[in-house]
């Protein structure tokens, strides 16, 4: 199962998954980012312990649908989906460490985000 938790920060959507983003389970991540529609949305894939072709389905999905994800954090299991299926060239793929206690900081994220902004307008 996954839960899949948004966090709204100035214009960015922050969507956490914890669990399995396998068959089954992927309408929660597709309905979460789909309310967003518009908004930078940046998916947190700390939690996330496995995914299967559904889950990278999903991922596509929203992308197809204008929605472009940036992936924050991903853990091993999703990272080595990712570059078995080459979509580690197709998303933008942020690597982030926690911090001891479990806390994110997504000011990185955001900054990154916002420096790819001014650099697609520069």
Known sequence: MITV???H??????LRC???LVRGEESSL???????HGK?????LEGVTAIDAAGIGALLS????????????PT???RAALRLTGLDKVFQVVCERSSEDGARDFASAELY????KVAALG
């Open 5 to 7: 938790t948004t966090h």
């Open 40 to 44: 930078d949305v940046v998916v947190d």
């Open 18 to 20: 914890h669990g399995r």
């Open 62 to 73: 929203l992308q197809a649908a204008g929605i472009y994800l940036r992936l924050v954090s």
């Open 9 to 14: 920060t100035a214009d960015t959507v922050i």
């Open 30 to 36: 597709l309905c979460a980012a789909v309310q967003e």
């Open 76 to 78: 091993e299991p999703v």
């Open 113 to 116: 985000i916002s420096k790819s």
